[in-house]
């Protein structure tokens, strides 16, 4: 994902503020060892199936799980390869909804978007419309997030208006007991 020559300058502005969020979201690449291998479970109101062009759109309430993966959406369209296999997942909504528990962390990595896109082979995750990544509560706000699931590489574009993307970052929580360095209050 290397960033366009129109939009370089604000690549290299941004590049700091995308390797603390790849500090703070960088584990979602971490999912449970076990996901991959659990059976994919789809749930929807209507299926249209098309085995010529590997796809199958899902709409009506669709909810997808696989081990601690969960998409939820209005529609999912799901492509297939040559060979049957799952390349890419598109999901859209008011808005889509993604999640998937990494082993770092107690809760989930929540994300959501009016679309979402799963690139199978590559582990990349494009949110567009309203994006929003949610860690322990640390948060990622902008029009567009491109997530490389594999180098942990993340490109933010701002919301649509003002142009700008939004961190929020909650304080670390100390174990209880723990004090303030005195050298500090010196």
Not at 2 to 11: A, D, R, T, W
Not at 24 to 53: F, M, S, W
Not at 142 to 163: F, P, R, V
Request: charged share 25%; net charge neutral; proline share 5%.
């Amino acid at each position: 994902m290397k960033p366009s020559n129109s939009s370089g300058q604000l690549s290299r502005l941004l590049q700091p503020i995308a390797a603390t969020v790849l500090l703070l979201l960088g584990t979602q690449a971490l999912a449970l060892p076990d996901d991959r291998e659990q059976p994919i479970k789809v749930q929807a109101k209507n299926l249209k199936a098309d085995r010529g062009k590997n796809l199958s759109v899902y709409s009506g309430n669709v909810v997808i799980t696989q081990g601690s993966l969960q998409i939820r959406a209005d529609r999912v369209e799901v492509h297939g390869n040559a060979s049957g296999e799952i390349s890419r997942v598109v999901a859209t909504g008011k808005p889509a909804h993604f999640q998937q528990q990494v082993q770092q962390s107690q809760n989930p990595v929540k994300a959501r978007a009016r679309r979402i896109e799963f690139t199978v082979s590559s582990d990349e995750l494009h949110l567009t419309g309203d994006a929003h990544v949610d860690r322990d509560g640390n948060t990622l706000t902008a029009e567009k997030i491109d997530y490389d699931l594999n180098s942990e590489q993340m490109q933010a574009q701002g919301q649509s208006g003002d142009g700008r993307v939004e961190m929020i970052w909650k304080p670390e929580k100390k174990p209880d007991g723990q004090q303030p360095d005195e050298t500090q209050n010196q």
